[in-house]
């Protein structure tokens, strides 16, 4: 059983053989990504100024339950796969390429700094790809969120956008670090959006905010492995990428800034409960 699974996650021809290129992958031209966003962000801010037009404060909410019910569990699986296909992709690949960096790297080091010269191709590049394609199915939450509270914060906005871009970078420019920031990410997904589906159909919810306690554990993992990249680029002869890796850095500080500016002018403003909502 372990031995088809790690086939069909990790073996399979069409994901050895896997090479991130402009004219075969499908949304991977700069021009996509820049339209892309536009359009989501054009179209959630055109969502948000109809609804706070034309539609009264304290109407009735669209019963939307049984499609976020729907697209939390899809999230969830798809996150799960995700992440069990990079785990065993990235332990294929380590046994296959150690042979090459053994001598200046160890395997976690190997997951935060990947050797120069990397190419975008192969196992954990698939696994990269399909991630960066979940993330525009992960933006049809932001109108499930509009249509829900008849707003949307910017922190929502930016941090799904960042998300979308850091991960083109990933495969466009080979970038470090991207092995253990899907590992995180997926898992923190998986259980989030398991969550939400939990709630969605009817269950009861925990008794602390836990898509937020998520989120925190996320944006920690990220700063602490941005620290350890920078230190094995400076002591260990450069990392691949490097260039995308301080773009990503400084739009995750963004990030985790307006992050912390929400959560605290929510916490003022709104119950935990109502702060989640909007995550």
Not at 177 to 188: E, K, N, P, R, S
Request: proline residues 3%; positive net charge.
């Amino acid at each position: 059983m372990t031995a088809a699974v790690a086939y069909y996650l990790s073996q399979h021809p069409s994901i050895v053989t896997f090479r991130w290129s402009h004219t075969q992958s499908w949304g991977s031209t700069w021009s996509f990504l820049v339209i892309s966003i536009a359009v989501y962000l054009a179209l959630s801010s055109l969502l948000h100024l109809i609804l706070s037009l034309f539609v009264k404060r304290g109407s009735r909410q669209a019963p939307l339950a049984p499609v976020q019910a729907l697209h939390s569990l899809i999230m969830s699986i798809i996150s799960a796969v995700i992440f069990a296909g990079i785990l065993f992709s990235a332990a294929a690949e380590i046994n296959e390429t150690r042979w090459f960096w053994r001598r200046s790297k160890t395997p976690f080091q190997w997951l935060l700094c990947f050797p120069l010269g990397t190419r975008p191709s192969g196992r954990v590049f698939f696994w990269s790809y399909i991630f960066y394609l979940s993330r525009f199915l992960h933006m049809l939450r932001t109108f499930f969120v509009i249509f829900q509270n008849r707003k949307v914060t910017v922190f929502h906005l930016f941090n799904n956008s960042v998300l979308t871009i850091m991960s083109f970078l990933w495969l466009e420019f080979s970038q470090s670090f991207q092995v253990l920031a899907i590992l995180f990410t997926t898992l923190v997904y998986s259980a989030a959006y398991g969550y939400r589906f939990w709630t969605e159909i009817g269950l009861p919810r925990a008794c602390f905010p836990f898509v937020l306690n998520c989120q925190i554990v996320l944006l920690s993992c990220n700063v602490v492995c941005h620290v350890g990249v920078l230190m094995l680029h400076v002591m260990k002869g450069g990392c691949n990428g490097i260039g995308a890796w301080v773009l990503n850095s400084v739009l995750n500080g963004i990030s985790l800034l307006l992050f912390l500016k929400f959560h605290v002018q929510s916490r003022k403003q709104a119950p935990v409960k109502e702060i989640v909502k909007v995550l």
